[in-house]
């Protein structure tokens, strides 16, 4: 029986894939795996500020820029060959990567809903799909390989904003993670999701410029997350520490899905 914080937590030695790597959430992410040990690729559509994190996550450890358009068929085929040529066995995999539109409901408009729900939720399977035989790879259920998906609170609650496509996706986010996790548990494989509330990233820029102090002020704990608080959560979940947790939705957003502040 190993208790001590260093058995239960540990993840160095494990292989990574965080999607959308390279900034925002996903940079958070990549940022607690490569400190604590673990051999991370990042991917993102953006070659030049894929291997800009990879070279600065590089100065306290191994992160690895592999840059691919995961939203079609083309980029996930080229991107799953990419690391099935470089690795035999994938310990952890984050499907961080999604986008975000915002319209009126009048004028809503097609592509913007197709672009959403492809890129948050069907990539999110398929990509999953396409590594299953690296996640399975000498994985059990006593020893699992952790697929972690990146939801949000506006998937638990509807939003006051303009995003139509981006809350359904996230719904089917979290639905697709239970049904993964009782589909994969006799693989060897875990799959739970974080739903994160407020961080700074690059899709929540416009809305905290505008709106960061209502938005803390709502908050029961009266603030952001915190790359702390995402790379914390994160490391539980590919640690021992969880290895018998599946199938789970956890809201980071400090408390605020639950309602507003209570003065």
């Not at 035999?88 to 986008?99: C, F, H, R």
């Not at 605020?256 to 003065?263: E, K, L, T, V, W």
Request: hydrophobic share 45%; aromatic share 6%.
């Amino acid at each position: 029986m190993n208790l001590a914080l260093g058995d239960l937590f540990a993840i160095a030695g494990k292989v990574a894939i965080v999607t959308g790597g390279s900034r925002g959430i996903g940079k958070m992410i990549a940022a607690g795996f490569v400190a604590n040990g673990v051999k991370t690729y990042i991917t993102a559509r953006k070659a030049e500020a894929c291997a800009e994190t990879a070279a600065e996550l590089s100065q306290v450890g191994h992160c690895i820029a592999l840059p691919a358009d995961l939203s079609t068929k083309e980029g996930r085929e080229a991107f799953v060959a990419e690391i099935k040529s470089r690795e035999s066995k994938i310990d952890i995999l984050v499907n961080n990567a999604g986008a975000a539109w915002g319209a009126p409901f009048e004028e809503y408009p097609d592509e913007g809903y197709d672009k959403v729900m492809d890129i948050n939720v069907k990539a999110i399977f398929t990509l999953t799909r396409d590594l299953m035989p690296l996640l399975t790879h000498d994985a059990s259920p006593q020893n699992p390989s952790r697929v972690i998906n990146i939801g949000s609170i506006d998937g638990l609650r509807v939003s006051t904003m303009d995003n139509f496509a981006y809350g359904a996706s996230k719904a089917a986010v979290h639905f697709l993670t239970k049904n993964l996790a009782l589909r994969l548990g006799p693989k060897g494989v875990t799959v739970n999701a974080i739903a994160p509330g407020a961080f700074q990233s690059h899709m929540m820029n416009a809305t905290l410029e505008k709106f960061q102090d209502k938005i803390e002020d709502e908050n029961p704990l009266g603030r952001i997350g915190s790359p702390e608080d995402m790379a914390g959560l994160a490391v539980y979940l590919a640690s021992n520490a969880s290895k018998y947790m599946t199938g789970q939705v956890i809201a980071l957003d400090g408390g605020r899905h639950i309602g507003a502040r209570q003065d």
